[in-house]
Structures are given as structure tokens and as C-alpha cells.
């Protein structure tokens, strides 16, 4: 167990400082121009799949009763990165329409980088601040997902996956057999459909119509109708294309996560739609050291649903016995997801091998692979 002394000091919080090396990366790309715009990815990626390899796993846990004055380091990474993130995009949409040496292509690649790392980083800073309890955090977290034009994750993460995290309800549990490029269009439709319902569900609760203006999707528009207009003021049209380009990647790269994170794994129906509560056992995890520095922690995703307010540093890794792990950290395993049949491959056995260890009375799954048990009520 690693003290709260010792998680407070700067050695053990700068690795995950590591993603603010995105932000010069991908600045040179788009001053050289080429192939060089296609750097972030191939970091993200590849370079820390590597790193996986070499820095092996990381087992150790802090202390999860640490007070926040020891994690001031951490709370600022996530806080930081909005203002910077914010300066890069426009910043490059403006420098893009400028510059005379990027051509239509280099301007695609290069804002294919800005939404992997706007996916990769940008995302999952706003999935830490907006299980906060600190408004202004989160309203940081909803900053970043307006840059992305994804604003309803908020309301989806919070009331739906959280509560209904393997059963039918969740559009983002990936079921059994279902591919990812099934998989996405899917969730898209879905989850904003889910995330609408669960605000309005809410108001009804208090005599008050989805119009209210208490209800947070009008908060949503107008910050992303505030930065498509921005868009446009710095580059007309292009800017506007360019903006949601990178947006959709970003979106694309979060819904691989979470299409990694519950794969198959399902809560079991105790009938008359009640569900058996959430348990370690319903996330896959991944140790792997140089992944979760990237992503503070994400892949340690059983602690946070047993624990969503839990902030990063504090998430505590699962051994086998407790919670299914990933062979590889999820930059393999969201290429993997990429190639169903690779998937499938690589997957489908570690599914079956849960099943028998957790729920050998089940026989027969059909129910679960399709999500047709009842609705949880």
C-alpha cells in the first residue's frame, strides 16, 4: 500500500503528466507537415503499446483514504488540460487555415491527430470531472465534451451506465458477439436517446417539463453552438469541418473504450427485472503501468464503479480471482477491437471462461447475448 505521503509527492504524481506531450507533438506536426500530422496516433497507439511491453504491470495501490490536499498535482493535471486543449484546437483551426504548406489531406491527418488526442486525453479528463463533487470541475467536464460536440455523456455516464452497467438498459454494455462497427452506430443512437430520457425523467420526478431551464442539455447546445461558431469565425466553413472531424474522432475513440471496458460481461437477472448489484467482476481491467499513466488510471475500471467518485490516483487494480483482466492494455486491445474476428478471437474464450467461473448455473445465455432479459426496473 502506497502512503498518501508519498502519492502527494511530485515523483509519484508527474508520470501522469505525461499526456501534456501531446500538446508540443502535435504543434511540430502541423509546422512540418507530411506524414508527420499522423504523430499522435502513432504515440498513443503504438508507441504505448510499447511501453506496456517494457514497464510491465503496476500492482501497487495508494492508499484510497488520502485526503484531496495530497493530490493537489492530480487535480490540476485534469483541470489544466481544458484551457490548453481549448488553445490547441482553435489554435491549430486558425493555423491550418493559414498555412500554405498543409494541404487538404495534411489538414485531415493533422485534425485526425487533434481528435485522438481529444478522444484519448481530452475525454477521459472529462469522464474524472464529471463524477466530482466541485461544480467547477464539473463544469470543466462539460467544456471538454462540448469541444467534441459529445456534451449528452455527461447525463448517459452519470444516470445511465453507472446504474444500469450490464443489463439491457445500458446501450454502452457491449454485448456477447457484437462487433464493434455493429457496435457504434448503435451506442450513438442510443445513448443520446438514453441520456435525453434520463434528464426528462428527472424533471418529471419534479412536476417540471423537459424545457425547464434547469434541464443541463440546454447548457450542452449552447456551449457547442458556441464553439462551432468559433469554428467558423476563425476559418468559415473549413474551420466548421475540421472542428467536427476531430470531434467525431474523438467520439469514435471513446466508444472503443467503452466497448472494450464491459464486453460481454453481464449482471445476473434475478427475475421480475431486478439485477444482482455491481461487482468488481462486471468491468475488465488492465494493470499495465504505461497505459494507465496515460489515461489516470481508466483501466483500473472496476474501482470506479465500485467507487465512482473515487478520484484517479486512488483507484485501487483487481487481481484475477476478484475481476477479468485484458491481456494488454487498451491501446492493443481498441486496435483488436477494430477487426471483430481478431476480437472474437482474442475475446470470446475469456468471456466463456468468466461465465463458468462466476455463474456456472446459467445454461442457457441467448437472453444475455441479445439483451432480451426484462428491463431493470
Wanted: hydrophobic letters at 45%; aromatic letters at 16%; proline letters at 6%.
Amino acid at each position: 500500500m502506497i502512503s498518501s505521503d508519498t502519492a502527494a509527492k511530485v515523483q509519484s504524481a508527474l508520470p501522469f503528466w505525461i499526456s501534456f506531450l501531446l500538446i508540443p507533438a502535435v504543434w511540430l506536426s502541423a509546422i512540418v507537415g507530411g506524414w508527420w500530422v499522423l504523430i499522435i496516433p502513432v504515440l498513443t497507439w503504438y508507441l504505448f503499446s510499447a511501453l506496456d511491453v517494457v514497464g510491465g504491470l503496476n500492482l501497487e495501490n495508494v492508499n484510497p483514504n488520502t485526503a484531496d490536499e495530497h493530490l493537489s498535482l492530480y487535480v490540476l493535471l485534469t483541470s489544466l488540460w481544458v484551457p490548453i486543449q481549448f488553445l490547441t484546437i482553435f489554435g491549430l483551426i486558425y493555423y491550418a487555415g493559414q498555412a500554405e504548406h498543409l494541404g487538404t489531406w495534411e489538414k485531415i491527418g493533422l485534425f485526425f491527430s487533434v481528435g485522438a488526442a481529444t478522444g484519448t486525453i481530452g475525454i477521459n479528463y472529462s469522464h474524472e470531472l464529471m463524477h466530482q463533487k466541485n461544480k467547477r470541475e464539473r463544469f470543466l467536464g462539460d467544456a471538454l465534451l462540448a469541444m467534441v460536440l459529445y456534451s449528452h455523456f455527461r447525463s448517459e455516464h452519470l444516470l445511465v451506465h453507472h446504474r444500469y452497467v450490464g443489463t439491457p438498459r445500458d446501450p454502452v454494455t457491449a454485448r456477447y458477439g457484437e462487433g464493434f462497427h455493429r457496435y457504434f452506430p448503435r451506442v450513438l443512437r442510443q445513448c443520446w436517446h438514453s441520456a435525453f430520457g434520463a434528464e426528462k425523467a428527472m424533471l418529471a420526478r419534479k412536476d417540471l417539463p423537459w424545457t425547464d431551464l434547469s434541464n443541463p442539455f440546454f447548457r450542452y447546445w449552447a456551449l457547442q453552438v458556441g464553439f462551432i461558431v468559433l469554428a467558423f469565425l476563425l476559418d468559415s466553413v473549413a474551420g466548421i469541418l475540421l472542428f467536427v472531424f476531430q470531434a467525431f474522432i474523438a467520439i469514435w475513440q471513446l466508444e472503443l473504450v467503452n466497448y472494450v471496458e464491459h464486453y460481454g460481461l453481464t449482471r445476473k437477472h434475478l427475475g421480475d427485472g431486478k439485477y444482482e448489484h455491481v461487482q468488481p467482476r462486471h468491468s475488465w481491467n488492465a494493470a499495465h503501468k504505461a497505459s494507465n499513466w496515460l489515461l489516470i488510471n481508466l483501466q483500473r475500471h472496476s474501482d470506479h464503479h465500485y467507487k465512482p467518485d473515487r478520484r484517479f490516483p486512488l483507484l485501487q487494480t483487481y487481481t484475477e480471482a476478484d475481476a477479468p483482466q485484458l491481456p494488454y492494455g487498451y491501446p492493443v486491445m481498441t486496435m483488436a477491437a477494430m477487426y471483430p474476428r481478431l476480437w472474437k478471437k482474442i475475446m470470446n474464450p475469456r468471456v466463456q471462461r468468466w461465465r463458468e467461473m462466476y455463474y456456472p448455473e446459467i445454461t442457457q445465455w441467448r437472453a444475455y447475448n441479445k439483451a432480451l432479459n426484462p428491463l431493470p426496473k
